[in-house]
């Protein structure tokens, strides 16, 4: 199994929304060209981040489209669902868990997990929350490998730490700070404070310049 | 007011979170080396990066924490709360309305929007629910010049192209698609998809190549 380029597979999801729209609007065939005008990436670069499916298209025709959008899926292992676990039921938490792309998206969360004694105990969008003391053991006993982390800043060192002792080898890690882990667990991390960092800044300049 | 290179402005919020942790341990004074370990960003990088706040440290003393403090928050606005609207109360939608986190990063929504009528005319969270068609008038009462998109993806163009009709001139985007809009405009992507793209490949190589 290949290590496919990081942008490639960040890329390879806009493919597969481009494609889910076409299909929607009853086209059956589609050229990379077509994908590349929609989804704003360059011709050749979309050709070579389709190679990377298997998948090859016809000449003067393209790809299937339904062909396309499973190579994809199977590409990004969507087509298998992953469960796992999330620590943190707080309004990120909750979110997510009654977030249904997660599921057509390889992900499913099958138990979440807090300190707070009211949700313990409790069900959200039908997902049971426990006790962190319970990670371990379920973790196991379910084969869970990947876990959500959606503490405060302050807990998410501590929380990765205990993922990790439990046997979970990759994070998505939703604080804002960046984890200190052994280099061969997998981490994405979703920094909304970066992210309004840049949002903020530019707008001010933006503003700034225009009272200029 | 100077554009600050974006990979600085992402690693702001890392230092100012690591500078808050340092203060609420009891310290005062803090050097560019302790924040450049706690962040893992290269020393020299981080002096590059804090030079932008205007704040000089001390040499062999370092910065005083509540000052450097104070000196990024300016940096990236977040001293001053710009309001904005929220397109989409779904999961993710309700989740952003009721996160606490973005007063304190400059960010406050002051109204938010969707099409489902059991919504419209109601509150989450103390703040009210209008329907689309009010946006316009509403943002330029309101002088809202940032709005965050939380609609699924098939909607996002459109509702993208009615904010900018509006004089939204910055938008945080929390839907998968690549939004085709003015080179002006400034755009956030928050790509969950992306991010699942890259975690669930990198775990079935992961899984792949221990089976070998």
Redesign the interface.
Known sequence: ????P?LT??????YL?ALN?FK?AGLKMVSATKIAVF??VHMTQVRKDLAYTGVVGTPKVGHHIDELMQAIER????N?I?SCFLVGVG??G???M??S??NK???RIVAAFDKDPDLIGNTHQGIPIYSMERFENLSSRLHV??GILAVP??AAQEVADKMLAAGI??I?NFS???L?LPE?I?I??????????????????????EQL
Chains 1, 2 share one sequence.
């Open positions: 199994m290949e290590a496919i990081l597979l960040k890329r390879l999801p806009q929304e729209r929607k989804t704003d590409t990004l292992n969507w298998d992953s309004h990120l909750k979110a997510l009654g977030y792309e997660l998206k390889g992900l490998h990947i800043a302050e080898i990759a998505w804002n700070i960046k200190q061969h997998i994405e991390n979703i920094d909304m404070s970066a992210s309004l960092a840049v949002l903020s800044r530019r707008v001010a300049e933006h503003l700034h310049q």
